[in-house]
């Protein structure tokens, strides 16, 4: 999984699904090592999003929060990722190589 984080381009999202088709895996176990990612934001977790498009959720101290979308957001924006209100834009949609 922290491969394929590592591989999102700057500026660029990819859901969970999308990781685990890549990897042969489930969603949830994607999402269970998104969220226990120790190196972010070095590995790009903050580049996972859900399957609707939404920013989801950021933990910080292993725990998501408000905060954390809110970091979530400034993360993503200052990288130059397309955003409508808590959306995120299909430009901004990034799919790994199986």
Known sequence: ???VLQS????????????????????RAVGAAVASNPYSPFIPCHRVIPADMSIGNYSMNGK????????????????????HGDKI?????????A
């Open 1 to 3: 999984v922290y491969q």
């Open 8 to 27: 999102i381009p700057t500026g660029k999202v990819t859901t969970y699904g999308s990781i685990a088709k890549a990897i042969g895996s489930g969603p």
């Open 64 to 83: 998501p929060s408000i905060e954390g979308c809110e970091v979530k957001r400034e993360l993503l924006e200052r990288e130059g990722v397309v955003l």
């Open 89 to 97: 834009d299909a430009s901004s949609l990034w799919k790994p190589k």
